[in-house]
């Protein structure tokens, strides 16, 4: 069996020493990189040869690249990078890192060409001055053939034992038995049709009910697939911290059954989460894990390999024993797990290491994407960017004296924006080219700064510096997917600021790729529904399989009563708050036990739980509060006890609308007081005439569809097993209207609760009624 590796991933492996050093790190984006590429290679003459493709072989090794140029008339070859800033700057072991990579690719020349000798150059284009630098030595083939076997030999003991562990890995794969007795109804569906999607190398959607085990049911078969599909990698990406305790545990299960194989499971986190020194910058000078890092890498990387789970707490512990950082060696593990479980944005950014590692390698992956109806919106996060004026304005005050001249200029581009605009928010067609330039000088000085200061900025500043350069990237790839909106906002003494929005609206043709980029990605959700809304949204491909998966639970467990006498809209909630009260009193004194009680807004949740509190005292009540954290939240949980009693407020689309469980006893019962319609706003207004135009379904793209999606997500959460017992009321005269009924779960078997109105029937003539909850 042979082990192939890229040249670069080899030299990072072998020719890294030193410091972890982030100060000069080149900041060019994706497309500045290319196009710096472009334009040296223009500069060259009429034979010059760009991407060479190149591969060469040691003992079982075979190593592979493509350089960036080749002159046959200089016979030199040449090594590309882009950089802004000081050049003198950069650090030493960069710099050795870069040779490393031309003398490989310089063997791998003169092998192919069968050169007796080559002249190599690091060629250093800076992307604001379009200046060269030009670095050339001439070399041997025979120095650069010893220097090629020396790297790969060192490379090769690793990779002999990761071609055994991939062996054990495969062949223990395919002796694999389900973890379980036998599959839950509807799992083994489940399991069958990732296991087809992953073997014709297509995308699955699959609408699968909670509480039927997805997270297993699709782990399993994905590593079913390992040896026959020859995947390098399993990913497994998480919206939500619950989402990746369950995958590590559903690895778990599967690593403790018999004949499991050898795996290894790596959990990534956040860098703020993972840093152990947050006031310190990364380079050695200042944080003493990341002084000598590449250096004690080695001996690190070889403890994390033997351990079959890298979690969170375990990783840390192999960092903090080896004295390097737990944030950076669990990037570097990710070259070395078999499955990788992570947030949405490893994979889905525009920067996400996971993605990036996987092409600059050619790894063949299976992705996993959980709960994949929060995709869209967390793709908009990913791929919008906003600047606040108020930071502007306290960051040029504290801002060094070299960076106040260009930040005053995105401070005058600005305030001509802000004082053309009368209205307190309005859309554009695009963001005007001189804002751009400013913002675009400005990241520039900036970089150029910090490569001359590498104490680096104050927090404030290098945040609002990344905000910046994020806008400019998103300005780049700004089309009609996109909005550009202005929002005003009154300060005290009459004086008023603004936020510049570069909105995306359909994430489409940024996950699109990303999703037929791996061997197969399955999207999997309780709530998938209708799933034309999801493929626009998300650009699934035109081949992607859709699956709804049948409910092992029957009518019989779950009452479901829609309130068709009580209107939620704001104008009528004042009128809602007593009806209310009494429907969730009589329930409880029908059947005492745990509720969850969910409202459109904290404050209509407070309404609600203040006069609960007046007429009925003996009731148990706790509310989920603003800003809540982690410790925080697993309070509010803790108290659904198995022999508890009592109610629980909280907002819909909220921590504990979805990826909570609470079996059995612990929840009987939900009480849905919206239909979780978003806000009704000058924004959500702009996206509706958006879609409209895009999909010609502008409300129910907006408004309709994410908001019901938060309903069935919340009503999930009462059960969560073939035993459960338990009653959802949806509280609100427009779950009657059959456009809504649709798009609830088939399996529900739907009863009202009393007779509507004359007020309520008034309000649905001509169809589906929409006064959006206004949010406070």
Excluded at 370 to 380: F, K, T, Y
Excluded at 560 to 574: G, L, N, Y
Excluded at 759 to 775: R, W
Aim: proline share 5%.
């Amino acid at each position: 069996m042979s082990y192939s590796i890229a040249v670069r991933a080899l030299c990072e492996f072998t020719a890294k020493v030193g410091d972890l050093d982030l100060r000069f790190t080149p900041s060019p984006t994706a497309l500045e990189g290319i196009v710096g590429h472009r334009t040296v290679a223009s500069r060259r003459s009429e034979g010059y040869q760009s991407e060479v493709a190149l591969e060469g072989h040691y003992q079982s090794l075979t190593v592979k690249g493509r350089a960036d140029g080749y002159d046959p008339a200089q016979n030199c070859l040449e090594e590309v990078k882009t950089y802004r800033g000081d050049l003198s700057k950069q650090p030493a072991n960069h710099r050795q890192l870069h040779w490393a990579q031309a003398k490989i690719y310089g063997w791998l020349m003169c092998s192919k060409l069968q050169l007796e000798q080559i002249n190599l150059a690091l060629v250093y284009f800076d992307i604001v001055s379009e200046k060269e630098t030009c670095l050339v030595e001439s070399h041997s083939a025979g120095e650069l053939q010893q220097f090629f076997e020396e790297h790969c030999a060192r490379f090769l003991h690793w990779a002999e034992k990761e071609m055994a562990h991939r062996l054990a890995r495969n062949h223990g794969a395919q002796q694999l038995a389900f973890p379980h007795s036998d599959f839950r109804p509807g799992q083994r569906h489940l399991a069958e049709s990732v296991f087809k999607a992953v073997s014709t190398g297509r995308c699955l959607m699959a609408q699968a009910p909670t509480g039927i085990g997805k997270t297993l049911g699709t782990l399993f078969p994905m590593l079913k697939a390992l040896a026959p599909q020859q995947l390098d990698k399993v990913f497994f990406l998480t919206a939500k911290t619950p989402g990746r305790k369950l995958a590590l545990d559903a690895a778990q299960v599967i690593q403790g059954g018999a004949n499991a194989p050898p795996l290894r499971v790596l959990e990534m986190i956040a860098r703020d989460k993972a840093c152990e020194h947050p006031d310190k910058a990364c380079h050695g000078e200042s944080c003493p894990l990341a002084q000598g890092f590449y250096d004690r890498l080695p001996a690190a990387r070889q403890a994390a390999s033997e351990l079959s789970l890298l979690d969170q707490s375990a990783l840390r512990q192999v960092a903090l024993d080896h004295a390097v950082c737990p944030y950076y060696l669990s990037q570097e593990m990710a070259r070395w797990a078999d499955v990788v479980v992570a947030d949405y944005n490893y994979y889905f950014d525009f920067s996400a290491l996971l993605f990036g590692l996987a092409q600059a390698n050619q790894w063949k992956v299976a992705v996993l994407v959980d709960e994949a109806h929060n995709l869209v919106e967390r793709g908009r996060q990913m791929y919008s960017a906003s600047l606040d004026q108020a930071t502007l304005g306290s960051v040029r005050k504290a801002a060094p004296e070299p960076l106040r001249k260009s930040l005053q200029r995105v401070n005058r581009e600005w305030n001509a924006l802000h004082n053309l605009q009368t209205a307190e928010y309005q859309a554009y067609d695009k963001a005007p080219d001189k804002l751009l330039q400013a913002l675009s000088a400005c990241t520039g000085s900036i970089g150029e700064y910090l490569n001359d200061h590498p104490q680096g900025l104050d927090s404030a500043l290098q945040s609002f510096y990344f905000d910046m350069l994020q806008f400019c990237r998103v300005a780049e790839l700004f089309d009609e997917q996109f909005l550009f909106d202005i929002s005003k906002r009154d300060l005290e003494r009459k004086r008023t600021l603004s936020n510049l929005c570069l909105r995306n609206v359909v994430p489409a043709g940024f996950i699109g790729p990303r999703l037929t980029a791996a061997r197969s990605t399955v999207l999997f959700s309780a709530t998938l529904s209708p799933r034309r809304y999801y493929a626009d949204l998300l650009g699934t491909p035109a081949n992607t399989v859709c699956i709804d998966v049948e409910s092992p639970f029957h009518s019989g467990q779950l009452q479901v009563h829609i309130a068709s006498q009580i209107s939620t809209r704001f104008i009528h909630r004042k009128a809602s708050l007593a009806p209310i009260v009494e429907l969730i009193a009589d329930q409880y004194r029908q059947r005492p036990g745990n509720y969850l009680a969910f409202f459109s807004s904290f404050d209509y949740l407070q309404q609600v739980l203040q006069l609960l509190a007046e007429r009925y005292p003996q009731i148990n009540l706790w509310s989920q509060s603003r800003g809540m954290g982690e410790a925080q939240r697993q309070q509010f949980l803790d108290q659904f006890t198995e022999h508890g009693e009592g109610i629980g407020f909280a907002v819909l689309g909220g921590a504990f609308g979805e990826g909570i469980d609470l079996p059995g006893a612990r929840l009987i019962g939900a009480f849905i007081a919206t239909l979780g319609l978003a806000q009704f706003n000058p924004v959500n207004e702009q996206m509706k005439l958006r879609m409209a135009a895009i999909f010609g379904a502008g409300y129910d793209y907006t408004y309709l569809y994410p908001g019901l999606q938060k309903v069935v997500q919340a009503a999930g959460r009462v059960i969560r097993t073939q035993e459960d017992q338990g009653v959802v009321m949806l509280i609100d005269d427009r779950f009657a209207e059959p456009r809504v009924r649709q798009l609830l779960p088939r399996w529900w078997s739907i009863g009202h609760s009393g007779p509507q109105s004359p007020q309520v029937q008034a309000f649905q003539i001509g169809g589906l009624s929409h006064t959006p909850e206004k949010q406070f």
